[in-house]
């Protein structure tokens, strides 16, 4: 039997039976919300997959950051590309080709932002606190860290890409994208700060000179 079928034969239709009370009403309101969101769809429906705007943002996926309030997109506009810290990680850079490439985009937004998790911890620390190393004494005692033990199937090593100075991470991010081979070297890089307590933008001027276009 394959899995598809195994899955099958338990009633997927209805998630919820899997999960406890406070998962249930998570994903109750969930669901509702997205009722609310079909019944007012409207031309939505209309749209297609090239971002109108021509732009492509990359930026953290922190909770308190919500790109299309802060940068007045609606559906349509901008590719939103998010991760821990908003960095430009190989998959990032592998989604802003296809995003210039296949979809047209033309302006891409750096966005990192003040407070950041990824700025509170170096990769040394993530690694003990997950216990990846043989440091023991630093292995991380909140027990949400415990389950997580060396085996065979353990990444030998994960970039966390934690950083320790807010505006140089921005222009190491548009730098390291600029210099990529596959990325065109006519789209437009900008570097921003995202100020986390009051929502402004701030530009990066050396990462907005390094991600200026060469053609
Ligand atoms: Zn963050």
Redesign the pocket.
């Known amino acids: 039997m394959s899995f598809v079928e195994n899955q099958s034969d338990k009633n997927i239709s209805d998630p919820q039976d899997a999960f406890p009370a406070a998962s249930k009403e998570l994903l109750q309101s969930i669901v509702e919300a997205n009722q609310g969101y079909v019944s007012s769809f409207g031309e939505k429906a209309k749209l297609v997959g090239a971002p109108r705007r021509k732009t492509a943002i990359l930026t ?1 996926m ?1 909770a308190r950051m919500d790109p299309a309030k802060f940068l007045g997109l609606r559906e349509g506009d901008a590719h939103v590309i998010r991760n ?3 960095r430009a990680s190989e998959d990032v850079i592998r989604s802003l080709v296809v995003s210039a490439k296949l979809m047209g985009t033309t302006d891409w937004f750096v966005i990192h ?1 003040t407070s ?3 700025q509170a911890h170096t990769d040394d620390e993530i690694r003990h606190m997950l216990g990846l190393d043989d440091d023991a004494e630093h292995h991380h005692a909140d027990t949400r860290w415990r389950h997580v033990w060396k085996s065979a199937r353990t990444p030998a090593h994960i970039e966390w890409m934690t950083f320790g100075d807010l505006a140089q991470s921005i222009v190491d991010d548009v730098q390291r994208i600029r210099v990529h081979p596959l990325v065109p070297p006519s789209v437009r890089i900008y570097g921003y700060i995202y100020h986390i307590h009051h929502g402004t933008l701030e530009p990066v001027a050396e990462a907005n000179r390094l991600g200026a276009p060469s053609a």
């Open positions: 953290c922190d821990a810290g908003g932002h950041c998790g990824m």
